[in-house]
């Protein structure tokens, strides 16, 4: 097949959905496809390049302008700049693609693409990566607004096949742009095992102090959507139980109520705040922990995560046993839940790993098969390529 993958967000540019497309791309490309990359242009990455085995054309683009806001973001839109419309029937014309893979519901590329999809009638699979979703409740009508009369009227032109990755994308997907089921195609997110196998780079126990210590790991960065209060709010139930208990926080604090939090609680000596760190490090920081818990507010179950379950460590999240439509998850068998918002449960399930280490270690490597099976990129790539072989087939 030839196959296009479009993202605005394309590596060097950092990113969850970033390292995925090219992670993908890489793997079609090595599995005997065609495959040719459109994305926005990035600093200093060349407008093109080989890599892997596919070619990459970066589109001129202007930046999103940074108001301090908290709704800004790190965007770049192909539309802003004259020609692109051109170009990207040009180099699609030229390239002949039997399918279209596109990230990102709102990025101006998936419309650009999606419109020459209409035209030239190639199908198209949509990978929807972010909910536009807030819990301040003007940016939420802001976003429902934009949703209803922006996104959803250009995605209903090309209509596209979803990439449904979890049930809350589903939920999204149906309330939002109308989509139905029978449009789905259910294919969680995918990570990387093989970047937890080497040894940690890092002595995060000794450079933080924390010798021998139970460690609770909480990776990403901290907004109002993962705001960390539960888990300082299970702080003092845990503390009593199991005293020298440390939670690490790493990531850029961008919202600091769990820090106020902790000095109402009295706990603040439990809290190391870390700020970012270089992802090379990040299997260093798994590596230090007993337990890992980020997606704590029921809000999904995002590739932090799951990369700390394929990391070896018992993982802790706020999801339903159905939130990934094709992969069980059965509580206390391959999975840990709590429910969302709710400190009470959270210390409960804190406490039961802390207080059984066999029962820790049975978890977490139930956890890290349950990654291998279902979550790889080798995995989430070949499911990829048979809906692709579908589409085109049909």
């Not at 596109?102 to 909910?131: I, M």
């Not at 850029?252 to 009295?266: C, I, N």
């Not at 460590?313 to 839940?337: C, D, H, Q, Y």
């Amino acid at each position: 097949m030839r196959i296009v993958v479009v993202n605005n967000f394309f590596p060097p540019r950092p990113g969850g959905s970033s390292h995925l497309a090219a992670a993908l791309a890489a793997r079609y490309a090595a599995a005997g496809h065609e495959v040719l990359v459109l994305t926005a242009a990035y600093r200093d990455a060349p407008a093109t390049e080989e890599r892997d085995g596919y070619r990459v054309v970066r589109l001129p683009a202007m930046p999103m302008p940074q108001l301090g806001l908290a709704i800004d973001f790190d965007m770049a839109f192909a539309l802003a700049r004259p020609g692109n419309l051109r170009r990207v029937t040009r180099l699609l014309d030229e390239f002949k693609p039997d399918v279209i893979h596109q990230h990102g519901q709102f990025f101006d590329l998936t419309w650009l693409s999606g419109w020459y999809a209409r035209r030239r009638k190639v199908p198209v699979l949509l990978s929807v990566h972010t909910r536009l979703e807030s819990p301040d409740p003007k940016y939420m009508a802001l976003f429902k607004g934009l949703d209803r009369f922006l996104v959803k009227p250009i995605l209903r032109r090309f209509r596209p096949r979803y990439v449904i990755m979890d049930e809350l994308c589903g939920a999204y997907v149906e309330q939002r742009y109308k989509g139905t089921k029978d449009e789905f195609e259910y294919i969680p997110v995918a990570v990387e095992p093989s970047r937890f196998e080497a040894a940690p780079t890092v002595d995060v126990r000794a450079k933080y102090d924390v010798g021998d210590s139970p460690l609770i790991v909480s990776l990403g960065h901290v907004i109002q959507l993962r705001d960390r209060l539960a888990l300082i709010e299970a702080l003092p139930a845990i503390l009593e139980k199991h005293p020298q208990t440390k939670v690490m926080i790493v990531g850029r604090v961008y919202y600091d109520a769990y820090q106020k939090r902790a000095e109402q609680l009295g706990v603040t000596h439990a809290v190391i705040t870390t700020g970012a760190v270089p992802p090379t490090d990040v299997p260093a920081y798994f590596a230090a922990a007993d337990i890992v818990g980020h997606d704590l507010q029921g809000g999904g179950f995002g590739t932090a995560s799951l990369e700390a379950m394929a990391a070896g460590r018992a993982t802790i999240g706020t999801i339903t046993e159905t939130n990934f439509p094709a992969v069980k998850l059965s509580n206390w068998e391959n999975f840990v839940l709590a429910r969302p918002n709710d400190a009470a449960d959270l210390a409960e399930a804190v406490i039961r790993l802390l207080d059984d280490p066999q029962e820790r270690e049975w978890i977490a490597k139930a956890q890290r098969e349950l990654v291998h099976a279902n979550f790889t990129l080798d995995v989430v790539a070949r499911r990829h390529l048979e809906v692709f072989e579908r589409m085109t087939s049909g």
